[in-house]
């Protein structure tokens, strides 16, 4: 029991690892395109 418990908190972990990291890297993205769009 303990280890299913374990396991579903390191899915979630990973879960939110990944929103975090998709979210800052799509606002970098929006920084460099932003950063083209006034150069060009």
């Known amino acids: 029991m303990n ?3 374990s396991l579903e ?3 979630a972990r990973g879960e939110q690892l ?3 990291v998709a ?3 799509g ?3 929006l ?3 932003t950063m083209f769009g ?3």
Do not use: D
């Open 3 to 5: 280890g299913l418990i």
């Open 31 to 33: 920084e460099i395109l």
């Open 9 to 11: 908190y390191v899915n």
């Open 38 to 40: 006034r150069f060009m």
């Open 23 to 25: 979210y800052s890297i």
């Open 27 to 29: 606002t970098r993205l």
């Open 18 to 20: 990944r929103v975090t």
